[in-house]
């Protein structure tokens, strides 16, 4: 015999597996926000900015182009889809998040935009954290101890503690050694904060913002579209099947052609 609407509802929200999923969701709002007070969910983002585009901005997000500058982490895919609405997305980042694909990817998007349409670039570093506000770490995918996020950055973080550390660059890891060298200028900065984790996460989106906005002014006479929406911050990981969260630093539209 088939559910009315209404047992559906009685049965899914009483479920005890979905009451677990809410309550640990809950809890993880809070320390979330202890950290990262003006944090969303990463559905609510989606909404909330697709939302400022389509009203405010008056932009048709059915052709509208997103590029993602954010690290290759598997665990940041759920927090880039921005609900499968949006077109691409075409891959800017790499470790840490930095715009490795520099200005010929960026060239390389603009001439992938529909026709009449827009781009929207998705940007900043990844921090993990566990329900004890321990940043730095989250628990994976079936794994039983937690393990690093953003791992390149605490690989960089844990090599920063020899102050005579200089990475040198190779071929066989040039990301983690051009991630480590971006950050050398914030060493100082970074080891004398209270919280490192955060402290060289934070710097990481400062090093990414600059990149994103530098590549967009060098490479505008290459976008046949009026504007480009930005949208800056950072991922905070939860565990694995809860929403993770996103703390927005830069939500701008700029018409491309004036940048100087």
Same mark, same amino acid.
């Given at each position: 015999?088939? %559910? ?40 609510d ?48 980042g790499?470790?840490?998040?930095l ?20 781009a ?23 794994q ?5 996020? %953003? ?12 102050s ?31 919280n490192?984790?955060k ?9 990414i913002?600059k990149k ?6 060098? %490479? ?30 830069n ?5 491309v052609?004036?940048?100087?």
């Amino acid at each position: 015999m088939a %559910c009315s609407k209404s047992l559906y509802a009685v049965i899914k929200f009483n479920n005890p597996i979905n009451s677990f999923y809410i309550m640990l969701q809950r809890k993880f709002d809070q320390v979330v926000k202890s950290h990262f007070p003006n944090a969303m969910d990463a559905k609510d983002t989606s909404i909330h900015y697709l939302g400022k585009m389509q009203i405010e901005h008056k932009i048709d997000i059915s052709k509208v182009l997103m590029a993602t500058s954010v690290c290759s982490d598997d665990i940041n895919v759920p927090s880039t889809t921005f609900f499968n609405v949006l077109f691409g997305p075409f891959i800017m980042g790499g470790l840490g998040g930095l715009p490795f694909a520099g200005q010929t990817g960026m060239i390389a998007f603009a001439h992938h935009i529909p026709d009449e349409g827009s781009a929207f670039i998705f940007y900043g570093p990844h921090i993990g954290i566990t329900l004890d506000g321990e940043l730095g770490k989250m628990y994976r995918p079936r794994q039983e101890e937690t393990g690093n996020s %953003c791992g390149a950055l605490m690989l960089a973080l844990s090599r920063f503690q020899d102050s005579d550390y200089r990475p040198v660059l190779n071929e066989d890891d040039y990301q983690q050694m051009k991630l480590e060298e971006s950050l050398l200028p914030y060493r100082e900065q970074i080891m004398d904060s209270e919280n490192r984790q955060k402290a060289i996460t934070e710097a990481t989106y400062e090093i990414i913002d600059k990149k994103v906005h530098d590549h967009l002014k060098s %490479c505008k006479d290459e976008f046949h579209v009026d504007r480009v929406t930005l949208l800056g911050g950072i991922i905070i990981n939860t565990d694995y099947g809860l929403d993770d969260y996103f703390d927005a630093r830069n939500f701008e539209v700029i018409d491309v052609k004036n940048l100087s």
